[in-house]
């Protein structure tokens, strides 16, 4: 029989943006993100450049009518959420959307693309002038520092300043400006800075921090912070949840950048959507540790404190994106069982130790703690790798929690060699001693805890 149609009424965003044949910023990278949102993006190809990872070595900007017809086009059919501007190139272009955006009853995200990542101009200096007309239609304005020292004629290095140019942008028209903070200073903390206007007139400033990521594969970031930006703008939510939303997700996407290319690489704009996809396949894989560690019985390896298998998702970050058993594994008159069942987010100890490892190895999927005494120390020994260990009593009292200290003791050393199969954790007054076990796959944790086993049994 024929079957009924279904259809599904996503919200729809409009990106105004040059075409990357690198795929990895412009007209690409928005599509991508907007998709990953769950929004249903629309496009108006402004200019074609021929670039890559490395550089842009050419670009042809549309006529200004032809870039109109595309907007009218759209405009007149689909019923847009939220608008998004990119590379704009010439005064007449910026001219063109300006004009449109001014009678779109849609909120305005305007990422002033000035300068690729790879230090290539892609604005005629003529044009930066132009911007303030669009500007003053924008819901939002998000300028690197170095866009915002244009613009607004103050060049931000550090929060002060940063707060000065947004509040002159806000001046301009704008009805909030995100002044983004990765171009400020060399620390190890990025600060994003928002500054909108109450409705007396006043100012607001908030700041969004998150940690510096060590890498140079940044092509792309600008184009998809404004894009998730717009992404949720068209989804109905507020400007701070938008912009909140939107760092946390660019965190991830730039952690977890695509090594592709001759260049630094790309940011991943499915980062985020890949991660919740793995949650089920994570959940069953730790379901199926769990019951191979039940038929086995380790109760000769399981702590007081109980056992715990976790699994992190693909492109995890978070406890909740971890699987684990609910209430731990226990012994039993028979051997171990679980409490409960396998959820995301059960596990706090493993799995912010998982957490912290994945930062020295992002491979490192799989995480169990194991009973701590001198047959299993010696044991872990035995095992297909290196083992290192961490004494509690050692930790500093600024050590901003012991996971992550300990994460850092067993794992900070070893770069550029093989990470460590296990960590001795020899506890503390109050904490017991504990062997994490660490593997890549479910498989390679359990042959690794059942190689314990055996050793210890034997």
């Not at 019923?79 to 300006?98: C, H, S, Y």
């Not at 915002?148 to 028209?173: F, H, K, N, Q, Y």
């Not at 950048?257 to 890949?274: E, F, I, Y």
Request: a negative charge; one cysteine or more; charged letters at 25%.
């Amino acid at each position: 029989m024929t079957r009924r149609r279904a259809p599904v009424a996503p919200p729809v965003a409009l990106t105004v943006a040059g075409s990357d044949s690198g795929g990895g910023a412009g007209i690409q990278a928005d599509l991508k993100t907007m998709e990953a949102h769950g929004v249903f993006g629309t496009s108006v190809v402004t200019a074609v450049t021929a670039q890559n990872t490395r550089g842009v070595e050419g670009s042809h900007v549309l006529p200004a009518e032809e870039i109109a017809a595309q907007y009218d086009a759209v405009a007149t059919d689909f019923d847009l959420g939220a608008v998004k501007t990119g590379m704009l190139a010439t005064e007449p272009v910026i001219d063109v959307v300006a004009d449109r955006i001014a009678d779109a009853d849609a909120p305005a995200v305007v990422d002033p693309v000035m300068v690729a990542a790879s230090g290539d101009r892609l604005l005629d200096p003529s044009a930066e002038a132009a911007y303030e007309s669009l500007i003053a239609e924008a819901a939002l304005v998000t300028p690197n520092a170095d866009e915002a020292a244009v613009l607004t004629g103050i060049e931000p290095t550090d929060r002060e300043s940063a707060r000065e140019a947004g509040e002159e942008l806000v001046a301009m028209g704008a009805d909030a400006a995100l002044v983004k903070g990765g171009h400020v200073g060399d620390g190890d903390t990025v600060t994003d800075t928002l500054v909108g206007v109450r409705a007396d007139g006043e100012p607001t400033v908030r700041t969004f921090e998150h940690p510096r990521i060590d890498t140079d594969a940044t092509h792309g970031s600008g184009c998809t912070l404004s894009s998730a930006v717009a992404s949720h703008l068209a989804s109905g939510e507020t400007l701070d949840y938008a912009v909140e939303a939107a760092t946390a997700f660019m965190e991830r996407a730039v952690r977890y950048g695509l090594d592709v290319g001759g260049g630094p690489g790309a940011v991943h704009h499915l980062a985020a959507l890949r991660e919740a996809a793995d949650r089920h396949r994570t959940m069953t894989d730790v379901a199926e540790v769990v019951e191979a560690f039940v038929d086995r019985d380790v109760s000769r390896l399981v702590p007081e404190v109980g056992m715990n298998v976790v699994g992190a998702t693909a492109y995890a970050e978070r406890v909740s994106e971890t699987a684990a058993v609910e209430g731990r594994i226990a012994r039993t008159l028979s051997g171990v069982a679980p409490n409960r069942g396998v959820r995301l987010g059960a596990s706090s100890h493993v799995a912010r130790f998982l957490l912290a490892a994945r930062e020295f190895d992002s491979d490192l999927r799989f995480a169990v703690n194991c009973r701590f005494d001198e047959e299993t120390a010696a044991a872990a020994r035995e095992l297909d790798g290196p083992v290192t260990a961490y004494d509690r009593d050692a930790e500093p009292e600024d050590a901003s929690g012991t996971m992550g200290w300990g994460a850092r003791q067993a794992f900070g050393g070893v770069e550029g060699s093989e990470t460590p199969v296990a960590v001795l954790d020899r506890g503390d007054v109050g904490k017991e001693a504990i062997v994490k076990v660490v593997a890549e796959t479910p498989e390679e944790l359990g042959e690794r805890v059942f190689a314990l086993l055996d050793s210890v049994e034997s």
